[in-house]
């Protein structure tokens, strides 16, 4: 089954305890992106890669890392969570994000105390 | 700059009453349009996507959208709302010059039994 998979889909943590969102996929996409869904902002891209070892900042980058070391893993890190990076993030994929349909993962719900 | 807006935050409905979801765009040149649904606690699906042709599209669901030109629009309906609808409804936009999808800020609907 074609899917993006996100781990965990669930997390708590505190100010400044480093942590990784994981994110794989099993359709050969290159293009792959995260967001992060707040209320009333909707969607906003944080970062993206259109290939292995090649990224790029979205919208709203500051805080975030990310690294794409292989074609279907792009996790998301971030190495001093801060209470405003509470929110909801999505891992995404493509063939091609201008014409073709984006696969998204189940979401990931961070809490940062 | 090029933007997606979607005017409607939040929409309500009563069950089997038609529904039309508003989405404007500012690109210079005729976008790739997408239009995606996210149910409670998932992620994103993919509805419907116009590039060329003919202007009215149809989806899954029973959804279907028409790209007006002159208004700039692409406008989401469903003639008969279902209980099973209620979700975040986003409209996505793309361009020769924009690689990376521009999303709305989403409509919520709301269905009434």
């Known amino acids: 089954e074609a899917q993006v998979t996100q781990n965990p889909r669930y997390l708590i943590t505190v100010t400044g305890k480093k942590l990784t969102v994981t994110c794989s996929q099993n359709m050969n996409h290159e293009y792959m992106s995260w967001y992060r869904q707040d209320p009333g902002l909707g969607l906003r891209q944080i970062y993206y890669?259109?290939?292995?070892?090649?990224?790029d900042k979205g919208d709203v980058p500051e805080g975030y890392k990310v690294s794409r070391k292989e074609k279907r893993n792009f996790p998301l890190i971030l190495e001093s969570p801060s209470p405003n990076q509470t929110s909801l993030y999505f891992c995404?994929?493509?063939?091609?994000?201008?014409?073709?349909?984006?696969?998204f993962g189940p979401g990931t719900r961070l809490l940062v105390l | 700059a090029q933007s997606v807006t979607q005017p409607d935050i939040h929409i309500t409905v009563s069950e089997g009453a038609s529904l039309e979801l508003r989405c404007n765009y500012s690109?210079?040149?005729?976008?790739?349009l997408f239009w995606y649904v996210q149910s409670p606690g998932q992620g994103l699906q993919l509805l419907l996507k116009?590039?060329?042709?003919?202007?009215l599209v149809q989806g899954i669901k029973g959804f279907e959208a028409e790209f007006k030109r002159s208004q700039s629009s692409f406008n989401l309906r469903k003639p008969s709302v279902h209980w099973s609808d209620a979700a975040e409804y986003f409209c996505a936009a793309s361009s020769g010059g924009s690689y990376i999808p521009t999303f709305g800020r989403g409509t919520s609907l709301i269905v009434h039994p």
């Open positions: 995404a994929s493509s063939l091609n994000p201008r014409k073709e349909t984006q696969y």
């Open positions: 690109y210079g040149a005729t976008p790739y």
């Open positions: 890669s259109m290939n292995v070892e090649v990224t």
């Open positions: 116009y590039f060329s042709g003919d202007t």
